[in-house]
């Protein structure tokens, strides 16, 4: 990125000129290397304030006081920012991104070779980290639960989700919200699908609600969309 600015020193640029190729450029080599590998916290901060540092300086990259902060840059044009992407943040959706695709077992070969030699049988949003996991595996383990808020199974017939362990009625596995004990009591087992739950498009659930800290009652006799 550094020698990508260095290469427009001999260019008569205007603050607003800097402002577009931030925009079109710089944060378009970041956005597209988050994609695929996962960027520090400090990486993408220091990228940040190198467009920061361009946008009021120029590609001469001089030391000097900024006029706002960079995080005024960030907001929307309404908000009294320039709408520059906070790459910080774009960083965790990159991450969410990657959670996503494990989760969902999207075809590609990464995600392949991940379930076959480092996920294997295990409950992906369940699994615990592993002591001798890469750096980047452990980043997407723990962006499992920012990612979790945003993700939700479809149930449709029940058969292809499973009752504890995914994320299906809440922005967690049920398995989190209830005791072992209370799943041995349900009857229902870790590998048993949503479609034990279903009769007749409607929640037949055999859970006592006194016992359950999710509160079937809610979901019973609703429809199954």
């Not at 008569?12 to 590998?37: D, E, N, P």
């Not at 920061?52 to 005024?72: A, C, D, E, Y």
């Not at 320039?82 to 990657?98: E, H, P, Q, R, Y």
């Not at 695709?101 to 480092?118: F, I």
Request: proline share 2%; glycine share 4%.
């Amino acid at each position: 990125m550094t020698r990508k600015i260095t290469s427009w020193k001999t260019r008569g640029l205007s603050h607003t000129g800097r402002v577009l190729l931030v925009k079109s450029v710089l944060v378009s080599i970041q956005t597209y290397w988050a994609r695929t590998l996962i960027l520090p916290r400090t990486v993408a901060s220091k990228l940040q304030k190198l467009c920061t540092r361009f946008i009021w300086v120029g590609p001469s990259m001089k030391q000097s006081l900024h006029q706002v902060r960079s995080n005024v840059l960030t907001r929307s044009k309404e908000n009294g920012g320039l709408s520059i992407t906070d790459l910080t943040t774009w960083n965790k959706v990159a991450v969410s991104g990657l959670v996503y695709r494990l989760a969902t077992k999207e075809t590609s070969l990464w995600v392949d070779w991940m379930w076959r030699n480092k996920i294997k049988a295990k409950n992906f949003w369940n699994m615990k980290i592993p002591q001798d996991c890469s750096w980047a595996f452990r980043q997407i383990l723990i962006c499992r639960e920012e990612a979790a808020k945003l993700v939700k199974s479809k149930i449709k017939d029940g058969t292809s989700v499973t009752f504890w362990n995914d994320i299906w009625a809440d922005q967690r596995p049920l398995k989190s919200l209830v005791t072992e004990q209370i799943m041995l009591n349900s009857g229902i087992g870790q590998k048993d699908t949503v479609n034990i739950a279903i009769s007749n498009h409607q929640w037949d659930l055999l859970i006592s609600a006194q016992k359950c800290a999710f509160r079937p009652e809610k979901l019973k006799g609703s429809k199954i969309r």
